[in-house]
């Protein structure tokens, strides 16, 4: 299945979840078009990869699953955006959900988000076991323990001249928790052994820093146009990134680091089982800010 089919298969997922749910069209309009905004889709396509890498079918529940995990992030991205929080004007090169719709109407519009993926993790047509293992991963990695943990940590953090081991505890939750979750959830649908399924997790947390190392450089080096959202509002908040710990080229070769580190593991895995990581390795290589290959 080509890389479109699965956009598409993951956006139909979601469009269909919220066709059945008009009791408030208003509510609808706002969350779909945070969903229609577009992005990389990174989190969903690394599942769908990673489920044909092991040459498993890739079916409804599968896509399900996935627009579940995009539905999370989309929900973060409109409460990232409010005033309380980022207070960010553009996401995506649009207006953020907020300055569309109101913020009372964008958090509504989030926590539906949130509440909703579980429902559609629920009406995938899975055995049960594996149902509530995928639901419970996801809150771990979303809520308290997770993504919103991590979220608190990085606004306490402001202004404070924080370690790199600090740095690397807010970014494992507030961004890699949710990263890590496509590789998990392949090791739960295809009930992989725990040898491999432990391979992958690791993979995912590599990715996950790596992933936020790569957003702290571009923050400080893209334009609007290529970030969709103002640039440099970390130094404007006064964080602690990895670019102001490392220097730009320190946190340039760490993030190549990271990346080799997936890459090495996705081979390790390689020699262990029937398993093609090609499609996985191309999202990752797309990750690297110049295009290198493995230092």
Same mark, same amino acid.
Do not use: W
């Given at each position: 299945?080509?890389?479109?089919?699965?956009?598409?298969?993951?956006?139909?997922?979601?469009?269909?979840?919220?066709?059945?749910?008009?009791?408030?069209?208003?509510?609808?309009?706002?969350?779909?078009?945070?969903?229609?905004?577009?992005?990389?889709?990174?989190?969903?396509?690394?599942?769908?990869?990673?489920?044909?890498?092991?040459?498993?079918?890739?079916?409804?529940?599968?896509?399900?699953?996935?627009?579940?995990?995009?539905?999370?992030?989309?929900?973060?991205?409109?409460?990232?955006?409010?005033?309380?929080?980022?207070?960010?004007?553009?996401?995506?090169?649009?207006?953020?959900?907020?300055?569309?719709?109101?913020?009372?109407?964008?958090?509504?519009?989030?926590?539906?988000?949130?509440?909703?993926?579980?429902?559609?993790?629920?009406?995938?047509?899975?055995?049960?076991?594996?149902?509530?293992?995928?639901?419970?991963?996801?809150?771990?990695?979303?809520?308290?323990?997770?993504?919103?943990?991590?979220?608190? #940590? %990085?606004?306490?953090?402001?202004? &404070? +001249? *924080?370690?790199?081991?600090?740095?690397?505890?807010? $970014? @494992?939750? !507030?961004?890699?928790?949710?990263?890590?979750?496509?590789?998990?959830?392949?090791?739960?649908?295809?009930?992989?052994?725990?040898?491999?399924?432990?391979?992958?997790?690791?993979?995912?947390?590599?990715?996950?820093?790596?992933?936020?190392?790569?957003?702290?450089? #571009? %923050?400080?080096?893209?334009?609007? &146009? +290529? *970030?969709?959202?103002?640039?440099?509002?970390?130094? $404007? @908040?006064? !964080?602690?990134?990895?670019?102001?710990?490392?220097?730009?080229?320190?946190?340039?070769?760490?993030?190549?680091?990271?990346?080799?580190?997936?890459?090495?593991?996705?081979?390790?895995?390689?020699?262990?089982?029937?398993?093609?990581?090609?499609?996985?390795?191309?999202?990752?290589?797309?990750?690297?800010?110049?295009?290198?290959?493995?230092?």
């Amino acid at each position: 299945m080509i890389l479109e089919e699965k956009l598409q298969g993951v956006e139909k997922e979601i469009e269909g979840f919220y066709e059945a749910k008009q009791i408030a069209p208003r509510l609808v309009e706002s969350i779909l078009y945070s969903v229609r905004a577009g992005g990389k889709r990174i989190r969903p396509l690394l599942l769908l990869e990673l489920l044909e890498a092991f040459h498993a079918p890739i079916l409804e529940a599968h896509f399900q699953v996935a627009a579940a995990l995009e539905m999370i992030h989309t929900g973060s991205l409109i409460h990232d955006d409010l005033p309380a929080m980022d207070n960010d004007d553009y996401r995506r090169g649009q207006l953020t959900n907020h300055k569309k719709f109101g913020e009372d109407l964008a958090i509504l519009a989030g926590d539906s988000l949130f509440l909703d993926a579980f429902g559609c993790v629920a009406e995938a047509d899975l055995p049960a076991s594996i149902q509530v293992q995928l639901i419970a991963l996801l809150s771990d990695a979303s809520g308290t323990a997770g993504m919103v943990a991590g979220q608190v #940590l %990085d606004m306490e953090g402001e202004g &404070a +001249s *924080l370690t790199l081991d600090q740095l690397q505890v807010i $970014h @494992a939750n !507030k961004t890699g928790r949710l990263l890590a979750y496509p590789f998990q959830a392949a090791g739960i649908l295809l009930e992989l052994e725990p040898a491999v399924a432990t391979l992958l997790e690791e993979i995912g947390i590599h990715l996950g820093l790596a992933f936020q190392i790569r957003d702290d450089i #571009l %923050d400080v080096t893209a334009d609007f &146009a +290529s *970030l969709g959202k103002t640039p440099q509002k970390d130094l $404007h @908040a006064e !964080k602690s990134t990895y670019p102001a710990l490392l220097g730009l080229d320190g946190a340039q070769a760490y993030l190549d680091r990271e990346l080799d580190a997936c890459e090495d593991l996705l081979d390790h895995i390689s020699n262990q089982v029937s398993f093609e990581g090609t499609g996985i390795k191309n999202i990752i290589e797309r990750l690297r800010i110049h295009g290198q290959g493995k230092s």
